[in-house]
């Protein structure tokens, strides 16, 4: 579900817009944003700790599995359209994500030792590595860099509900999930995608907090940069586990 979120059309220029100027609440501020994020992903991450019990607790994990992402699914829509109620849902979004991302790290984690502590230092770093080259400006949010990242953006989403479609009536598509030279190849590229997407959820806090907008606008602005992280991690994970069939 992650998938669905970059331009970010979660985190882009309109949803700046539409946010307005500031309120009598206050503005947005660069370090409001972080502590919003850090409180996000502290969430998501006790969330998954509970849901990496689950099968150890002898609990059926589908429920947290489907409910999890179809609730957080649920949830950023409902963001998207009312921006200003980030601060009551991003949390719950966050948490309805944990429990997603728990059941799915278990089950690569079954397959494959150690590879979620790969994928959660990887994505971490990618994240690092990505922050350290916006604010030395060696990769610039330009207008022709956002229309490329866009573009190849919604290019894989639509390949990922073809895909999807395709499976409701068992047609596969071989490299999307095998461990072939073109399977990695095609990973990477994703991967890369979904990395360069933070550096447009950069620009736009940056922008964001320099433009004023509404306090409310930290929360909504860590949910999109939420929801890329986990697009990026669930992304990693799926490279991962196809190195290791080779």
């Known amino acids: 579900m992650a998938l669905f979120q970059s331009n970010n059309p979660v985190l882009n220029e309109k949803a700046l817009q539409k946010a307005g100027s500031s309120s009598s609440e206050g503005v947005m501020t660069i370090n409001g944003t972080i502590g919003k994020m850090g409180f ?19 609990q059926n994990p589908v429920p947290f599995l489907i409910g999890g992402s179809l609730t957080g699914f649920i949830l950023a829509i409902v963001m998207v359209f009312k921006k200003e109620w980030s601060p009551y849902l ?18 690569y984690s079954n397959l494959y030792e150690g590879i979620v502590l790969q994928a959660v ?34 290019g894989i989403a639509f390949f990922y509900l073809i895909a999807f479609v395709l499976g409701m009536f068992n047609i596969h598509i071989p490299f999307l999930h095998e461990g072939s030279a073109v399977g990695i190849i095609f990973s990477l590229v994703v991967v890369a995608i979904a990395a360069l997407n ?49």
């Not at 991003?90 to 790290?105: C, M, Q, R, T, W």
């Not at 509404?214 to 602005?221: D, L, V």
């Open 40 to 58: 996000l992903l502290l969430m998501v991450m006790a969330a998954a700790v509970y849901a990496w019990g689950v099968p150890a607790r002898q």
């Open 90 to 107: 991003a949390p719950a979004y966050a948490l309805a994500e944990g429990l997603f991302l728990g059941v799915i790290s278990v089950l």
């Open 121 to 154: 230092v990887l994505t971490f770093g990618t994240f690092a590595a990505m922050l350290v080259l916006y604010k030395t400006r060696v990769i610039r949010a330009t207008e022709r860099f956002r229309s490329i990242i866009i573009t190849a953006t919604m």
């Open 198 to 246: 933070l550096i447009l959820d950069f620009d736009l806090v940056e922008t964001g907090a320099a433009q004023g907008a509404p306090k409310y606008f930290e929360w909504y602005a860590s949910f999109g940069m939420l929801v890329t992280l986990v697009w990026l991690y669930l992304e990693i994970l799926r490279l991962l586990s196809k190195l290791n069939r080779r």
